[in-house]
């Protein structure tokens, strides 16, 4: 039996959430080189102040974002550099994923098509 601690696990399940969703995760990207106010986010993204609004309270409850005000706005940046250390990890990992994804269709039309794929990914025969 795998002995877990249910608060830790409820921290990394509240942090995953937040790069749930696409409109979450097109945020983060706008703001990890620069703090930007709602509406700088708003006009970037072409969405609607309420929907980006929403978001962005997510992100802040997941503690992926923190906002500071700067006169009458907020600006609303990255809570830690370690965010966006796991944004370009994720921009690597997807790069690999999309790679692999790209030979699973191949399958579909039998195997000596998908074991074609991999041989001249891998430059050797490959037994599936």
Request: hydrophobic letters at 35%; proline letters at 2%.
């Amino acid at each position: 039996m795998c002995k877990v601690n249910q608060a830790h696990l409820d921290i990394k399940a509240k942090l995953i959430r937040g790069f749930s969703d696409k409109t979450r995760l097109q945020i983060l990207e706008c703001i990890k080189d620069k703090e930007k106010t709602v509406s700088q986010i708003v006009e970037e993204l072409q969405g609607n102040q309420s929907n980006i609004s929403q978001h962005l309270a997510c992100l802040k409850g997941c503690g992926l974002i923190v906002g500071r005000p700067e006169g009458k706005y907020m600006l609303y940046g990255l809570s830690s550099g370690k965010i966006k250390e796991l944004l370009m990890m994720f921009d690597s990992v997807c790069a690999l994923v999309s790679e692999d994804l790209s030979l699973r269709p191949l399958r579909i039309w039998g195997s000596s098509f998908y074991r074609e794929g991999l041989e001249q990914r891998f430059g050797r025969e490959c037994s599936i």
